[in-house]
């Protein structure tokens, strides 16, 4: 800097000091005065001075102007070159980021969808066991088959539980710690991510609902009251719904309340897995010879008339109540949500 300091010095002096001796001249020429001849050696000296000062201060003030303006301009091309690198650096940050975190989060999800279609084939191969062991004179025993049926449970409940529960835990840790800095990703990925997210927790409560109805039948030594109190209290922490029950202590026989805390379990399961409810009510009441248990929801229903409606397990739940003589009286409105009635006469053999 300092040298193109000086030069420019050098320069303007020179050209000051140029217009100023062609200045002399031509007023020489035009009017014919000589400057020069009255004035005494002295006062030339004095004049020479005070031009060569003159000159001086007018090249100094000029060269500050165009250094100031150099600078300027400087200063202007190294902000535009900053906030340049520093947009750069931005989209390669946010281009690792975004490199970085979808593969991992795209791994998991093709891991979950893997490990649903071996779900898939482990429910395919339950079947096949079970036609198999019916076929089988020595397997012909009622009791034998729900143990087998009841280990087979177990055996898929685990397998839900180590493999796609953990992997769909691991899929929203990734998720989250990606939406932790959203705000650098591009809208596009902003969208997908919302996407993905709701799968996750569809995922999630589809997930749950399988391991409410992979559950024991057994009530394990509880009453009736005391096994369907503990499932929605357990339901509450790990669901988005609002449960409300008001619960009766009845005496059925311990078949009968084996069979109506299962129909509990799977009308809870269809309500997470299909209703799209917000509310869930339960009711277990005792009214004249009769036990009465009532589910409501308000949930999106679905059409009683066609057969569709047996993917809500009601035709299983129907079976049921009919082998314990009682009846199952089911309303369901769209978009408004379902009621589902049971009654159970009271009077039954003693086992």
């Known amino acids: ?26 007023i020489h020429s035009l009017f014919g005065i000589e400057l020069f001849e009255k004035l005494s050696s002295n006062q030339l000296i004095i004049l020479f001075l005070v031009v060569t ?9 000029a060269a500050s102007i165009v250094f100031f303006l150099q600078r300027l301009t400087d200063s202007v091309m190294y902000n535009q070159l900053e906030a340049i690198r520093n947009q750069q650096y931005s989209n390669v940050k946010k281009s690792v980021d975004e490199i970085w975190y979808r593969p991992l989060l795209m791994i998991r999800l093709d891991t979950f969808f893997q490990e649903t279609a ?93 391991l409410l109805h992979l559950r024991p039948i057994s009530l394990e030594n509880k009453t009736l009251v005391q096994g369907i109190e503990s499932l929605l209290k357990e339901l509450t922490t790990k669901v988005q719904l609002s449960l409300h029950w008001e619960l009766d202590e009845v005496t059925l026989p311990s078949t009968f309340e084996d069979h109506l805390f299962r129909i ?10 299909h209703a799209k409810a917000k509310q869930l009510e339960v009711f277990l009441k005792q009214k004249d010879d009769y036990i009465i248990l009532k589910l409501v929801d308000d949930g999106i229903g679905f059409d009683t ?29 769209a978009n408004q949500g379902t009621i589902i ?11």
């Open 118 to 210: 071996k779900i898939a084939e482990m429910q395919e191969q339950l079947v096949q066991n079970l036609q198999q062991i019916s076929s089988r004179p020595e397997y012909i025993g009622e009791e034998t088959k729900e143990e087998i049926i009841e280990l087979e449970r177990h055996r898929i409940a685990r397998e839900l539980h180590d493999s796609v529960s953990q992997q769909l835990f691991a899929a929203m840790m990734m998720l989250s710690a990606m939406n932790e800095q959203k705000e650098q990703l591009s809208p596009v990925i902003q969208q997908q991510l919302a996407l993905v997210e709701k799968v996750i927790n569809d995922s999630q409560s589809e997930m749950r609902a399988l």
């Open 53 to 61: 000062l003159i000159v001086f201060v007018i090249t100094f003030m």
């Open 1 to 26: 800097m300092r040298k193109w300091f000086l030069r420019i010095c050098f320069v303007v002096f020179l050209f000051v000091s140029s217009i100023f001796l062609i200045g002399v001249n031509v």
């Open 305 to 333: 008339s066609v057969s569709k409606a047996g993917s809500y397990g009601l035709k299983n739940i129907e079976e049921r109540v009919a082998g314990m003589g009682g009846q199952c009286k089911i309303i369901s409105i």
């Open 341 to 351: 009635e049971i009654k159970i006469p009271q009077k039954q053999e003693k086992e």
């Open 264 to 273: 509990v379990q799977e009308l809870v399961s269809n309500t997470l897995r």
